[in-house]
């Protein structure tokens, strides 16, 4: 019964161990035409999706009509869908038989920027968040990773012949402020529900699309915010001696902590301290009573995160010492840890995913952005976390030899993912991977 993937998948695994390399290699090239070809088919639907979903994001907890988009999708396609796990995250459950397990996950969240792209389908929308009005945009791609879990659904859903098992689809809120990971597991992801034997997940970035990059062992860093609030004395600006001016200690702060990172940190490791957020004063002519600065942290090891929080914390009193001010108030908040991705989920679909994208599947070294898919990982989900590009492979060949423009990152608010191309290789490396494990387990048992 289960005839038509697993012999492609097993003479794969054959021939890296044994004989057959050409013929093997043939037959995941075939599956993977296979896949293609059905991505094809539902691109239009997909397209629609992806355009509906980007001109109207929503921020961090917020994403009821995302959600309910997806929710409709994955119950026309069979699954049984769970909404508001984690406040307004999805589980999407499809059973098919005896076999593991495996979590599919994509957020839903965008962020509180504004888009500049230009393109027909971009957002104009605002909201409000933290109390303030804002503009929203997917300009993390988030809105690429829905429309590539709905397509890797589809298509699993259409091979249903091909494995056994049960698949678990999340949509996990609030990913940029690393809670809604959390708020899931917190909400009964793996006790209402159960804990799946093997998750994926994938994000994009400024990279050739038609390539996927992944990593063994470490693939994101620590992640801690740092929130630090300066109290001086207000008073006018044309008299400073009768104030304690908190502009100065928190101007003095910004440029002092970076000799954290680059006196104080082993320059052969990993560490940013980077200051995102500066608020304080109304006007040209008066000094306020406080400054607000708000900054992230990224390492990728615990003895390094914990020398850079001490720096910060010793260059943050010290600026306010020098100025003759209370100590300032510093918070940490701790946020994601370091996604690992697990050996052997990733050897298993290491085989198959070089078969069928050569050597345009290759390793790279870890990432410096964090992801809080590390919260099911460390709640014992062994995982596999990649990434896909998203832009022109000219475009990205140009960029990287000087001879075109620097290509917008994700965060920015000019980055634009070329949709069809992105989406196509986000299903096919998705649906490999998946049918990698089931395979994989089958075989094992
Ligand atoms: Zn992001
Ligand atoms: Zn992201």
């Not at 890296?16 to 050409?22: D, G, R, V």
Request: aromatic share 8%.
């Amino acid at each position: 019964m289960k005839h038509f993937v697993r012999p492609f998948l097993m003479s794969a695994a054959l021939c890296a161990a044994t004989f057959l390399p050409a013929h093997a290699e043939m037959d995941v090239v075939r599956l993977k035409a296979t896949i293609e070809k059905s991505v094809e088919a539902d691109y239009p639907k997909l397209d629609a999706l992806y355009k509906d979903i980007h001109a109207h994001p929503e921020i961090a907890f917020q994403e009821v009509k995302t959600a309910a988009k997806l929710a409709a999708e994955m119950r026309a396609l069979g699954f049984e869908v769970t909404e508001k796990v984690g406040k307004t995250g999805l589980v999407a459950i499809y059973r098919n038989g005896d076999g593991p397990t495996i979590m599919v996950r994509t957020e839903l969240d965008a962020l509180p920027m504004e888009e500049k792209t230009g393109l027909a389908y971009a957002s104009h929308d605002k909201t409000v968040w933290n109390g303030r009005e804002t503009f929203v945009a997917h300009s993390c791609g988030h809105d690429i990773h829905m429309a590539s879990w709905v397509g890797t659904a589809k298509t699993l859903v259409g091979l249903k012949d091909q494995w056994q098992g049960t698949l678990m689809f999340i949509a996990q809120p609030a990913e940029e402020t690393v809670s809604g990971a959390k708020a899931m597991l917190a909400d009964g992801l793996f006790t209402r529900f159960k804990k799946p034997d093997f998750g994926f997940a994938l994000h994009d970035g400024p990279f050739a699309y038609g390539s996927i990059s992944y990593r063994v062992g470490i693939g994101s860093s620590n992640s801690d915010s740092l929130e630090i609030m300066f109290h001086g004395r207000g008073g006018h600006g044309a008299a400073p001696q009768r104030t304690i001016d908190p502009v100065m200690m928190a101007a003095r702060f910004v440029v002092d902590v970076q000799s954290v990172i680059s006196r104080e940190k082993d320059p052969t490791e990993f560490g940013v301290v980077s200051i995102g957020a500066i608020q304080g004063g109304t006007a040209e002519n008066i000094i306020p009573d406080d400054v607000l600065l708000r900054g992230t942290i990224r390492t990728f090891k615990p003895e390094v995160r914990a020398k850079m929080l001490a720096g910060i914390e010793r260059t943050a009193k010290a600026a306010a010492e020098m100025s003759n001010a209370p100590a300032p108030d510093i918070k940490i908040t701790e946020g994601a840890k370091a996604v690992m991705n697990d050996p052997q989920v990733v050897a298993t679909a290491e085989k198959v995913l070089k078969a069928a994208f050569g050597d345009k599947f290759r390793t790279s070294p870890p990432g410096t952005p964090s992801e809080d898919y590390s919260e099911f990982v460390n709640a014992g989900v062994p995982s596999m976390f990649f990434n896909i590009g998203v832009y022109e492979p000219e475009r990205f060949v140009a960029a990287i030899n000087g001879t075109g423009p620097e290509l917008p990152s994700n965060h920015s608010p000019l980055f634009a993912p070329v949709p069809k191309p992105t989406i196509e290789t986000g299903v096919t490396a998705m649906t490999l991977a998946v049918l990698s494990a089931f395979d994989q387990h089958a075989r094992g048992k």
